[in-house]
């Protein structure tokens, strides 16, 4: 399918998106094709930079200087249920179940796509409608789904414009963020033998009128959550389009794929934590719709599920809960603030990480859940600048767990022999003035003598090719500061 606006590079491997690329992963090929396009740049761009800037505008007129306090509080909130994930885990599954839900355990994407099917298939479903869901996206339970016969819909709307027009989401809140609204235009027309418009209004109700068919047809509901809450055994929605009610209460059955990571204790470190979620994502005060699920219906109530299933996940997660130092990754809440700071993701957008989850804080996810040495390239994928960190509204220190994970990859196998003894040299090297300075004279000369006449290396060797394919490098001067400066005061 095509948009008229062709993918710079394949964004499918057999048909299916290409979630996960296939190894060796080369993120800066993919990034590559994607910063020659210059209207992708331009829309992840405009997008990014005024949410970042809303972000930052809400929180200062909303917080003041209580901004950071609010950030800590939040963070050792869900620091605290992680350091005792077990506890809480329990507590859901005993208060979820007293409220009729049935809830399974699955160890791996694998098994939670299997408990769906298992699902659909007692339940006889034939069409499901479907509300965003990262964690579906980490799974791959769509095309499960679709091989026993049920026909699944995306309800979200930049979810269902990138489904019928086989794209894979590239922002973690928003998104179909690489596309514009002549994109939509041309995919409903196409697909949906729609009246060609650009009129957002418009778009929307074409969109509306097909889905909410699809809703009263569907026998079952598939979402995500936000939150889980161990007190209760609720689980927490946050949607500003209403197909999560939508999803959730109209069909018969309604099974909701959430990662383990996403429990809170009460109803009282909900609240924190839903005040920052939306303001950092949004710079709204809240989601428009935010919804409590606690089982399904019960008599006399007319709304709701027959059934409901939560699928607690873990795939990879509880390894890095083992590890003390990469576990406050975990307490991410999603909200997408650190892709909209991030100077990389901006350049280089979503699709460039080859992943799920991307920017920062899928530059450390990623690698964690699927094995560093199959995403070496995404902790080099950062300028360090600490914008995500200021960013994160639950404390997540990104650069560091960068650092902590480049470290990882010398020690390990993910580097080649060449790269490691590079950076061993660089190490020795700004270890103390005389190894700066004989290092400082073999650069300068070797980079010279790479140079063209016009003073710029255009074709650099082996780790210098990676940044001349984007970029001439000037060739450094023939003296260092220090001399020039040393001669000058002599003058
Ligand atoms: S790491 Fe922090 S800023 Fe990034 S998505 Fe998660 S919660 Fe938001």
Known sequence: MSDGHEHPVALSVDGQPALFPTLPYKMHDRAEAFMHDEQIQRFVNQATLNRNANRQATAHEVFGDKHSDLRALAGSIKQHTLDH????????????????????????????NAICVEIARQEKSTACVKSKSMVTEETHLLPELEAIGVDVLETDLGEFILQIDGDAPSHIVTPMIHKDR???????????????????????????????????????????????????????LCTNEGN?????????????????????????????????????????????????????????????????????????????????????ALRCIRCGACLNACPVYRKVTGHAY?????????????????????????????????????????????????IKLRRDMLAGKAVGRMEKLAYKMGAIGLKGPLMYSIGGW??????????????????????LKNWTSQRDLPAPAAQNFRTWWKQYKRK
Do not use: W
């Open 354 to 402: 080859g992943a799920v989850y991307s920017g920062p804080i899928g530059a450390v996810i990623t690698p964690l859940f699927k094995g560093l040495e199959n995403y070496k390239d995404l902790p080099g994928a950062t300028s360090l600048c600490g914008a995500c960190y200021e960013a994160c509204p639950v404390k997540i220190n990104l650069p560091e767990m960068l």
């Open 442 to 463: 073999f650069q300068r000369v070797g980079l010279r003598l790479l140079a063209d006449k016009d003073g710029y290396v255009r074709k650099g060797p082996s780790l």
């Open 182 to 236: 002549i994109a939509v235009a041309k995919a409903f027309q196409r697909e949906l033998g729609a009246r060609y418009t650009e009129d957002p209004a418009e778009l929307t109700m074409i969109a509306r009128e097909h889905l909410r068919e699809k809703f009263r047809q569907a026998d079952l509901g598939i979402s995500g959550g936000n939150f889980l809450v161990a007190e209760t055994g609720s689980i927490v």
């Open 85 to 112: 994930l077990d506890h809480y885990i329990e507590q859901f599954i005993d208060n979820a179940t007293a409220a009729g839900v049935q809830v399974h355990f699955a160890k791996d994407a694998k098994e939670a």
């Open 244 to 328: 999560g009610r939508l999803c959730t209460t109209v069909p018969r059955v309604h099974v909701a794929f959430v990662g383990i990571e996403k429990l809170v204790p009460t109803y009282e470190h909900l609240t924190v934590l839903l005040k920052l979620l939306a303001r950092t994502s949004t710079a709204q005060p809240l989601t428009v719709y935010t919804h409590v699920l606690t089982g399904p219906k019960r008599a006399p109530e007319h709304d709701g599920p027959e059934k409901m299933h939560i699928i607690l996940i873990d795939n990879g997660r509880t390894n890095i809960l083992r590890d003390t130092e990469y576990r406050e």
